[in-house]
């Protein structure tokens, strides 16, 4: 039976990345993962370039129960941290917009950058490997699986949230923490699309624009794309991890702009212009339409009233999106919620009431936003882990 200082659960980001820092600690380290293959979610992250870290990544860029608990790990283990890790490895990288950065090549090189890692520090994977139970022991933890038996000192529940069961997502974290007396918030898919009522669904798929959304008190500038089934881009992701159902999103698709004057100006020009011509100039031309139609506006500017004025720019400016509800785990990006952070030291990321049991990466609540800051979690909270374990 193989016995380890330290077993990790799940090959991610935040598992590969523990189980190096660990080994080159000197730790004898074995990862367990049920896939065939590590690092599946690298690989599809960012577009396959994967988006590994955000240079504005701080306790203000999370959701979490507990605001403050990831300061500790994140101020310990910096993007600053990584990036010269990937420089080291010779990774290509760019920055896209916003602090975000990505590999030039493929996220394929940030996986082998991770394995080479675990490889330098003797750490073990083992793959293919179905976990069938935990329990605590005298001297630490026994794992059954269908390998065969596992002893541990201590084990790192890494297996990650719900979003994309398809390439190995599954509950497994939940219900061990569980089993173990953790608390736990309640999990909702993040990062996620919008669905629509089909009687507010719009013909504009495809269509995107910059706006301002505003939702469950916090405002993102970003890119609003119109699909078949709802909304998505990534301001509607950003907001989606505010959103709770039933709750309403503010929308302003003219951001920084002032629409009832901009019409006020044109009627007072006494030029004999239309609606939907002037908003084609500052809205792509299909929405311009599909806009006036839909909120039934008069089509010429002269004729317009102070009131309608007013009410064609609260149209625009802050248009009330209901959203049906997402589209859930299956596209979702992560998963909001999770173990209980007050369940766990913001230090070790020890479970307080089960000592050797530490939880890393996306099953701890703590939540990203879009833009490289969930990977930045995985590797500060493994390297939080994997410097105490
Ligand atoms: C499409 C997509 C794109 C993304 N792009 C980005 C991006 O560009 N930047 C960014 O910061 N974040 C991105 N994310 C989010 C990011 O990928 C995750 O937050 C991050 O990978 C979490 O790492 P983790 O190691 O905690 O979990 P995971 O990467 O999910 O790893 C968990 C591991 O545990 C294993 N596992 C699960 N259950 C079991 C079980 N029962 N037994 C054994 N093993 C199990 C899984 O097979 C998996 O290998 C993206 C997510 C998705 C879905």
């Known amino acids: 039976m193989p016995v380890t200082d330290v077993l990790i659960l799940g090959a991610g980001g935040a598992g590969l990345f523990c189980a190096a820092v660990a080994g080159k600690r000197g730790k004898s380290v ?26 504005g990544a701080c306790a203000e860029t999370y959701l979490s129960g507990n605001p ?34 990505f590999c030039d090549g493929s996220a394929k090189e940030l996986l082998a950058m991770l394995l080479a890692e675990c490889t330098a520090a ?28 596992y002893q541990a000192g201590k084990i790192v529940l890494a297996t990650g949230g719900l979003s994309i069961p398809p390439i190995g997502a599954t509950d497994f974290g939940y219900r061990l923490a569980r089993q173990f007396g953790l608390e736990m918030v309640a999990t909702q898919p993040a990062l996620v699309p919008f669905t629509l009522a089909p009687s507010d669904l719009f013909d504009l798929a495809g269509v995107a624009l910059d706006c301002e959304i505003s939702c469950g008190g916090t405002t993102f500038a970003e890119a609003l794309l119109f699909t078949h089934k709802g909304l998505s881009g990534p301001a509607i992701l950003q907001a989606s991890s505010y959103w709770d159902a039933g709750q309403p999103c503010l929308i302003d698709l003219l951001p920084g702009d002032d629409l009832a004057e901009r019409i006020r100006v044109a009627k007072r020009s006494g030029a004999k212009q239309t609606l939907p011509n002037l908003l084609a100039d500052l809205l792509p031309k299909r929405l311009a339409q599909v806009w006036v139609s839909r909120h039934r506006i008069p089509e010429q500017v002269h004729h317009l009233t102070e009131h309608e004025i007013e009410r064609i720019a609260a149209c625009v400016h802050r248009w009330q999106l209901l959203p049906a509800g997402t589209e859930g785990y299956r596209t979702a990006e992560v998963t909001r919620g999770g173990i209980a952070t007050g369940e766990l030291s913001s230090k070790t990321m020890e479970a307080r009431k089960v000592p050797g049991l530490h939880c890393i990466g996306e099953v701890v609540d703590v939540t990203g936003w879009l833009g490289g800051y969930n990977f930045q979690w995985a590797w500060a909270s493994a390297h939080a882990a994997g410097s105490a374990l």
């Open 30 to 55: 074995v990862v367990l993962d049920h896939n065939d293959k590590p690092g599946k979610k690298i690989l599809i992250s960012g577009g396959g370039r994967c988006n590994f870290t955000n240079l």
């Open 68 to 101: 403050h608990f990831a300061k500790s790990a994140l101020s310990r283990y910096t993007p600053h941290d990584f990036l010269a890790l990937v420089e080291r490895h010779g990774i290509a990288w760019h920055e896209k917009k916003l602090g975000q950065l």
């Open 122 to 149: 003797h750490a073990e994977l083992h793959l293919g490997t179905t976990i069938h139970d935990v329990q605590r022991t005298e001297s630490g933890f026994s794992i059954a699986t269908d390998k065969g038996d």
